[in-house]
């Protein structure tokens, strides 16, 4: 299986300190989506730099190829919604913790 990443930014950059009620529930429907991804087996690892200014995330997941790893990023909630923007990239975990990316 091959691992991808897709990197995400909010589309408005005070969503962070400020964000709206859609807001806020569409990025718990993207939490939900990436633990049922990671319950799926599919996720490797997701999380988000910790600055409000400048923030980014990143998900690090497999798939067979690139039009499944594409519909992954765009079936995420958050992407689909317009509330963050993805870029997608194939991706090879290099070193990790042990059990991280079996």
Same mark, same amino acid.
């Given at each position: 299986m091959t691992q991808w990443v897709?990197?995400?930014?909010?589309t408005r950059?005070?969503?962070?300190?400020?964000a709206t009620d859609e807001e806020t529930a569409i990025v718990a429907e993207h939490f939900g989506y990436l633990v049922a991804?990671?319950?799926?087996?599919?996720?490797?690892? *997701?999380g988000r730099t910790q600055v409000?200014?400048?923030?980014? +995330?990143?998900?690090?997941?497999e798939a067979p190829d690139e039009t499944? %790893?594409? *519909?992954v990023m765009e079936t995420d909630p958050a992407v689909a919604? +317009?509330?963050m923007s993805a870029t997608l990239y194939p991706y090879a975990v %290099?070193? *990790?913790?042990d059990g991280l990316a079996d």
């Open positions: 897709y990197r995400i930014v909010p950059p005070e969503m962070v300190a400020a991804l990671k319950e799926a087996g599919i996720l490797i690892l *997701a409000e200014e400048g923030t980014w +995330g990143i998900t690090i997941f499944s %790893a594409r *519909a919604a +317009g509330v %290099a070193v *990790a913790r």
